[in-house]
């Protein structure tokens, strides 16, 4: 969807800002660039939308070098939210969110429902704030308003230069919420520039993390954790471990000592450590060992995408100690009370010798 290949900027004043950047982001992802301030965030997504001309190197979007748009056409297609909240003041917001549709030339009936559209997909009741002028709104409310004025005309990309910055932990939290449950419904490619690892995590599909103008890794952020390339990527993720991961990422894969199909139950395959989960030949959970028998009824199980912390409790309410991760009803793997233990273990380590 968009390729920079091998793309450099170095400005007049001899700043070497991006150095041979080279990545494509797929159609539909929530791509995000992170980094310390001043590692080139910016310069790389003004440069999706020709706000700054790379001085080396090429940008694709669909194939097409992104040059041979015309330029207007190219920014009325690339929908971008600012860190300043960017609404026009002396108009209200029915008028801030037409902006771009009317310099599309949209009929006035089709602007007017999809300011209506666009506000409620956003909880904002259209009755009451489409008259409202920008002061007459909350920071969170403004920036809500910035995101979907910039999706007003539906664009095939949306960039945003850290958004949320300027909001209070609350309406941040809430709004990236929104974002990602806005990103599943409607499907756009979605570049989003943060310096804050947390926020990161909580919405990117793929993590970007840039150091001086370069890249240094580009990962789910699952696997940033789990495999992260070098020390500055350990650094930036931080104690993150232990909150972050899910069940599915930690837990063994299915072929371990505490489980077996029902197949080799039968075959009398069972090793001398007794498993406590026995599957059915489709790979559903069809009961559990206790005392030497297998029962059928009350498996409690971890769903694949479950925070670590929060399958903890489950481990005592059920009193044992390893549990069946699930996806699909198929069972995926197991999860043991010990695993957990030690990502927590890791992350408590580091805050003690940091004392
Ligand atoms: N217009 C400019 N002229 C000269 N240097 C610039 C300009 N804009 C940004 N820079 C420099 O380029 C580097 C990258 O900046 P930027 O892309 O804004 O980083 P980030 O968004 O990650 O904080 C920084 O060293 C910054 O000082
Ligand atoms: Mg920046």
């Not at 400005?11 to 070497?16: A, S």
């Not at 939290?173 to 310096?195: G, P």
């Not at 919405?203 to 495999?227: A, Y």
């Not at 670590?308 to 699909?328: I, M, S």
Request: some cysteine; charged content about 25%.
């Amino acid at each position: 969807m968009i390729t920079f290949s091998s793309v450099s900027k170095t400005y007049e004043d001899g700043t070497q800002a991006i150095r041979k950047l080279d990545f494509t982001i797929q159609a539909g992802e929530f791509f995000v660039l992170i980094g310390p301030s001043g590692c080139g965030k910016t310069t790389t997504m003004k440069m999706i939308n020709r706000l700054i001309e790379p001085t080396e190197g090429k940008i694709f979007l669909h194939d097409r070098e992104i040059h041979t748009f015309d330029v207007q056409e190219l920014r009325w297609n690339i929908g971008y939210v600012l860190q300043q909240i960017a609404l026009f003041p002396h108009m209200t917001i029915a008028e801030n969110i037409a902006l771009v549709p009317e310099m599309k030339k949209w009929r006035k009936r089709k602007i007017s429902d999809r300011i209506d559209e666009l506000l409620h997909m956003v909880g904002l009741d259209p009755a009451t704030y489409r008259e409202r002028k920008p002061s007459e709104l909350s920071g969170g409310q403004q920036q809500r308003v910035g995101v979907i004025r910039a999706l007003a005309a539906d664009p095939e990309v949306i960039l945003m230069d850290e958004p949320f910055s300027a909001l209070d932990p609350l309406s941040r939290e809430q709004l990236q919420q929104d974002i990602r449950n806005l990103q599943q419904e409607i499907k756009k490619t979605i570049v989003f520039v943060t310096h804050d690892m947390d926020e990161a995590m909580a919405i990117g599909d793929r993590v970007c993390l840039m150091k001086n103008g370069e890249t240094i890794q580009i990962d789910t952020p699952q696997n940033m954790i789990l495999h992260p390339a070098n020390d500055f990527v350990r650094e930036f993720i931080g104690d993150r471990k232990s909150s972050w991961l899910t069940a599915v990422d930690v837990m063994s894969e299915a072929k371990s000592p505490h489980l077996l199909s029902i197949h080799d139950l039968e075959a009398g395959n069972a090793s001398s450590i007794l498993p406590l989960y026995i599957t059915e030949e489709d790979g559903s959970l069809a009961g559990r060992i206790v005392e030497g028998s297998m029962i059928r009824e009350r498996i409690p199980i971890v769903p694949n995408d479950m925070r670590l912390a929060q399958a903890l409790p489950l481990f005592e309410q059920h009193q044992v100690e390893a549990l069946p991760v699930v996806k699909d009803s198929k069972v995926v793997g197991i999860l043991s009370y010990r695993t957990i233990m030690h990502y927590f273990m890791k992350k408590h380590e580091k805050e003690i010798n940091k004392v």
